[in-house]
T-cell receptor, first 115, second 112 residues
Framework: SQQGEEDPQALSIQEGENATMNCSYK?????LQWYRQNSGRGLVHLIL?????REKHSGRLRVTLDTSKKSSSLLITASRAADTASYFC???????????????FGGGTRVLVKP | DAGVTQSPTHLIKTRGQQVTLRCSPK?????VSWYQQALGQGPQFIFQ???????QRGNFPDRFSGHQFPNYSSELNVNALLLGDSALYLC???????????FGPGTRLTVL
């Protein structure tokens, strides 16, 4: 079963606009990560936010985390055609086991940036 | 510095056959995780290997098995293939106790 649910499932915007997508999850987490996937290939790690952090920036990306609401958002500012991809949130459980944390992914948001 | 590599890129099998997928982790990484991604869905965790042992396992049947070698590379084996096993299989490597995982390009398996 999937931990996170992204909203919306699909998003179409014009180049230069901002894109915002949300992720909700169900259980306590150690951290939440956002990944990008182009054309059904490998995932690229974008940003990690820990459970004790509320906001994090990386270039044109801004991630927020609200652990009381069990939700996160990813904002891509000044979008480009190259940002067209699927975006996934993934959570790592709060209990760290012997060898790292497995990631539990949501269903993803498919973003289309039109030139 | 090579990232995570996987082979083969594509694979076509028929129901009932067996398949082996391979993964080489990013240089310096010691932990390998495998994920299955069905079309239009997010990846699902299969299992994770560290020190040549399976450390965590997701909700997958025993038909799915794996192995990690002393050089940290890993194999995923699936026996008695079903049509529903058709998916993109992703390998991710990391350092033990570190959160960030680096993904390979995946192997697309089609079961006919």
């Amino acid at each position: 079963s999937q931990q996170g649910e992204e909203d919306p499932q699909a998003l179409s915007i014009q180049e230069g606009e901002n894109a915002t997508m949300n992720c909700s999850y169900k259980t306590s987490i150690n951290n939440l990560q956002w990944y990008r996937q182009n054309s059904g290939r490998g995932l690229v790690h974008l940003i990690l936010i820990r459970s004790n952090e509320r906001e994090k920036h990386s270039g044109r990306l801004r991630v927020t985390l609200d652990t009381s609401k069990k939700s996160s958002s990813l904002l891509i500012t000044a979008s480009r055609a190259a940002d067209t991809a699927s975006y996934f949130c993934a959570t790592a459980a709060s209990r760290i086991k012997a060898a790292g944390n497995k990631l539990t992914f949501g269903g993803g948001t498919r973003v289309l940036v039109k030139p | 510095d090579a990232g995570v590599t996987q082979s083969p890129t594509h694979l076509i099998k028929t129901r009932g056959q067996q398949v082996t997928l391979r993964c080489s982790p990013k240089s310096g990484h010691d932990t390998v995780s495998w994920y299955q991604q069905a079309l239009g869905q997010g990846p699902q965790f299969i299992f994770q290997y560290y020190e040549e042992e399976e450390r965590q396992r997701g909700n997958f049947p025993d038909r799915f098995s794996g192995h990690q070698f002393p050089n940290y590379s890993s194999e995923l084996n699936v026996n008695a293939l079903l049509l529903g096993d058709s998916a993109l299989y992703l390998c991710a490597s990391s350092l033990v106790h570190r959160n960030e995982q680096f993904f390979g390009p995946g192997t697309r398996l089609t079961v006919l």
